[in-house]
């Protein structure tokens, strides 16, 4: 049995040898995803109980999703364990407290929205990411994978991010600062 | 050097000083040297962990997102700190991230991290501390710094050196001080020492410098000269008196060797006129006395000085004790044409004390009245009551006494005049020996006098005793010839033969039948088949010793109740009772007093006859 599952993840594995790039990309991003949320300064009303998970939910990439999923599991963050939840771009995001917007996703500026106004603190993937008002947004960096922060959306969601995180981040916006 | 320290306190007290300053600074500074090394070791990997922990914080999402420059400007805070040398990140799985070297330094990083831990290799302290973010590992700091402890211990030492510099000049003030204030004094009193030493001069004194312990020392010092200087004194005082003792001594017993060999010359002559004859008799018997006496004080003078002058305690008048005296002075007052007062109370006047002593007493006044007065002076005696006390004064008008000789006259063997005619001269013991008789007798004895040649008088005060105190019947001295005995066995023993002939032939002419032993045992031999009424036995034989002799004769049933009689040189006190445990019944000092041999011979007549 475990033979054959090996033997179907190779065939898996060949079948996306065109993808490599696209699949090692994208479990950098869920890694990066994960690390974000420990430079997260949670605050209690977040959570219902100490030990509460934290929920990240993913928009819009089901690689990212899958690969956070395999991330998360058994890591924990401040004493809370982490939990996955994947949504349809038409769902609202409930019961999460981190939210990313892939790229697949259509109907960016709208999640982004709805997730901020339900104190979710949101994650995208875009050009334009933190115009639509996301709080950190994946950006490239020549070959490597950056980021950049926008305190005042990060703010809107009602949290705060770590200094130590924006020492690395690509750029900071913040109002007034352009 | 350590010749010095041996015979200088000076260097023995600096030696102190400095051995106890270099010891206490060298243990301290060993103390501090230790617990530096240790400390600075500890304090700088503690340091070193805490910026590699801090490196570690600031690093760690450098590290998490691959953000080389970000981690390569964390790692460039160290420049900061001078002691670093370089510094390093590795990724988790062990990559060189980012690096940070001093300028001017030449590092090279290991290719892959070590173990957590420090290491010291040579001059550098060398440290890996993981990065650690949400309980993983995410990375490891590498930080290389100066570590220098040789230094640091180069620079204490330093200091210390110069600390025991300034310490060793400062002991050397001290011992500056130290050396005036204890050790020059110190060396004063042992110079003061030394030259009395050599000059025995005992008026030397030592300088006080100083009121402490040494000053004190100074004082007890001074002060043991001063009672050294007056005890030297007084030995030499003493021994000279003591000489002068023995050289009047001699010549005095040698004085009437002359007259004795004189007079024996003249009763060896053949057709000696028999008033002739009995003239140099005369003359031998009063040389002989005057020996007998001069012999006596000398008994005294031993009697005084080993404390065992005693006085028997008998109540007397003293007029008897006067007149006794007067008996024996009266030929020297008849010699030197003095006339003589005596003034006597016609009632008694009683005391308790040794009539023979206390004449003794008032002879020896009279004595020297007599001799230090110019032929033909006057002498005065009186004697009165005055309240509870008698009071006897011996008055001349003779050469007197300056005050510095009244303060001396009663001292053993001080004579007031050696220069005057010696013919009457004694001992230089009579006075002392007054004083001394007179003490026992709970009196006093004062001399007086206005100056040289004005006179002297003496003046004795005795306690006067209870009323109702009867006079003892003055034993009658009986100068009767002695009553025919019957004839009695003696046993004449002296290895002095002459002595003993002498003596056999004195008991012979009385009429008794005398054998003559020459040593303990012949004595004991003669007596066994002799069995003699009395033996006269000298106690210094040879082979047997009187004593022993006497213990003997007590043992055998035939000499059991001899009367035995020690003649002997010894006349203490303790030598008649020893005489007495041996089994003598009485004790003679020689010469034997003839008239007391006949009292014996008569008791032992009286006795035999009796059994």
Known sequence: MRALLAILLLGIASLAEGQRTEASEASLKAAYLFKFAGYIEWSATDFDSPAAPIGIGVVGSDDIAAELSRVVSGRNIAGHPIVVKRFAEADPPRGVQMLFVGREASKLAATVRAAQA???????????????????NFVPVGERLGFEVSLDSAQKSGHRISSRLLNVARRVVQRGAG | ?????????????????????????????????????????????????????????????????????????????????????????????????????????????????????????????????????????IGTVYLVAYYRPW??????????????????????????WLQSAITMP????????????????????????????????????NAMLGESGRRARELRDADQRKDEFLATLAHELRNPLAPLRNALEILRMKNVEPASAEKARQMMQRQLAQMVRLVDDLLDVSRITTGKLAVRREPLALQAAVNDALETVRPL?????????????PEPLMVVGDRTRLAQVFSNLLNNAAKYTEPGGRVWISLEAQGEEAVLRVRDAGIGLDPHALSTIFDMFVQVDRSLERTQAGLGVGLTLAKRLVALHEGTIAGRSEGGGLGSEFEVRLPLAAAGVAAAESQPTSQAAPATLRRLRILVADDNIDAATSLADLLAARGHDVRIAHDGAQALFVARGYEPEVAFLDIGMPKVHGYEVARRLREEPATRRTLLVALTGWG???????????????????????????????????????A
């Open chain 2, 1 to 137: 050097m350590f010749e010095a320290i041996r015979y200088s306190v000076r260097s023995k007290a600096i030696l102190l000083v400095l051995a106890s300053t270099v010891s206490a600074l060298a243990l301290s500074a060993a103390g501090l040297v230790l617990y530096d090394l240790r400390a600075y070791e500890r304090q700088w990997t503690t340091d070193l962990t805490t910026q590699a922990e801090i490196l570690a914080r600031a690093s760690a999402p450098a590290l998490s997102f691959d953000d080389r420059s970000t981690a390569a400007k964390d790692l460039a805070l160290l420049k900061v700190r001078p002691f670093m040398l370089a510094g390093a990140l590795y990724t988790r799985s062990g990559k060189l991230f980012a690096t940070y070297t001093k300028p001017g330094v030449d590092a090279r990083f290991p290719p892959r991290p070590e173990a957590e831990g420090y290491s010291v290799r040579g001059d550098q302290l060398s440290m890996y501390h993981r990065v650690i973010e949400e309980g993983e590992t």
């Open chain 2, 186 to 221: 110190i060396l004063e009193v042992a110079r003061v020492a030394r030259e009395v030493m050599s000059q025995r001069d005992y008026s030397l004194r030592a300088r006080k410098t100083t009121d402490d312990e040494i000053g004190e020392l100074v004082d007890s010092f």
């Open chain 2, 572 to 610: 203490r006190e303790d030598d008649r009772q020893r005489a007495r445990e041996a089994g003598f019944d009485r004790h003679l000092v020689k010469p034997p007093e003839p008239a007391e041999i006949d009292r014996i011979l008569e008791g032992a007549a009286a006795r035999t006859a009796a």
């Open chain 2, 333 to 345: 007052m008849e010699t030197r044409h003095h006339q003589l007062d005596v003034s006597l109370p």
């Open chain 2, 151 to 176: 230094s640091r211990l180069v620079d204490y030492l330093t200091i210390i050196g110069l600390v025991m510099i300034a310490s060793l000049a400062v002991t050397a003030l001290f011992s500056g």
């Open chain 1, 118 to 136: 339900q104190g979710i603190l949101v994650v995208t993937d875009s050009e334009r990411g933190l115009e639509l008002g996301g709080a950190i």
